[in-house]
């Protein structure tokens, strides 16, 4: 196979939540594979600083995915710019963190879960999503063509372990919330949907469901996380770019409403 199926040199593509962990990384995939960026999320300074590395035509943009107006800015921003929409990466979520931890696990118990981290997760994970895919997903509909990908997660496919938070003397220090697995569980389904409703329309509608990405974790969750991993370690941030790449360009031109998974071999457990 050429190499140049590998290329997006010309597409246009927008990520979403582009300052996170894996969003930088996702913008950096695309734009060493040739496409012209758009990194979104809520710090303009910082997407526009970002984009300034990318190639020509690539530029940043504050952007609030729970909020119509705001995605509905920037895809008219895309069209008056660069004239069309080729991939969009809705990487953009809320992944509970507690501040203070002394107070994580209790805070982080199920029966003591507010309402407000809850809705907050559905605002972002969900109807950030769905916002996003339907207003610029109907411009790719429009042009007859387009990659969105939907950025899942292992636990969108199975249940938390929560015995990954026991330290080294057996004492839950966490909970992993219900937000984040129910949600992510939902973009999977909202995957499957689109697929269905837009193959037609020439759009590839796939998710990438990472594992976990080591990032500072506690050395106890680190270890119990890359024990019960076929592979025997958490991800690196770079270890999702070739996925996402493949899933953005020609070369998963018959693949949709796919869920391609790259955990390590965690989910096979």
Not at 102 to 112: C, P, V
Not at 202 to 219: H, I
């Amino acid at each position: 196979m050429s190499t140049e199926k590998f290329s997006l040199k010309g597409k246009v593509a927008v990520v979403t939540g582009a300052l996170g962990l894996l969003g930088r990384q996702h913008c950096d995939a695309l734009a060493e594979a040739g496409a012209i960026v758009v990194p979104t999320d809520m710090h303009r300074l910082a997407c526009e600083h970002m984009a300034k590395d990318f190639p020509e035509g690539s530029f940043g943009y504050k952007l609030d995915v729970t909020s119509p107006e705001s995605v509905v800015k920037l895809r008219n921003k895309i069209i008056s710019r660069l004239g069309r929409i080729d991939i969009l990466v809705n990487n953009a979520a809320v992944n509970d963190m507690f501040e203070d931890p002394k107070a994580a696990l209790e805070d982080s118990k199920f029966e003591n879960y507010t309402l407000e981290n809850w809705q907050r997760s559905i605002d972002v994970n969900l109807t950030g999503v769905f916002l996003c895919a339907q207003t610029l997903g109907k411009t790719m509909a429009e042009q007859g063509s387009g990659s969105i990908i939907n950025i899942a997660s292992t636990y969108g496919i199975t249940a938390p372990d929560q015995s990954l938070y026991l330290n080294d003397e057996g004492e839950q220090v966490f909970y992993k919330p219900p937000a984040y697995s129910v949600t992510k569980g939902g973009v999977l389904m909202f995957t499957r949907y689109l697929a269905a409703y837009w193959g037609n329309k020439g759009v590839r509608v796939n998710a990438l469901s990472p594992g976990g990405v080591q990032n500072g974790q506690d050395d106890f969750f680190v270890e119990s996380y890359s024990k019960r991993t076929p592979l025997r370690r958490m991800a690196k941030p770079a270890d999702y770019r070739g996925a996402l790449v493949f899933l953005a360009g020609d070369t998963s031109s018959y693949m949709t409403g796919a869920n391609l998974v790259v955990d390590g071999g965690w989910t096979i457990w």
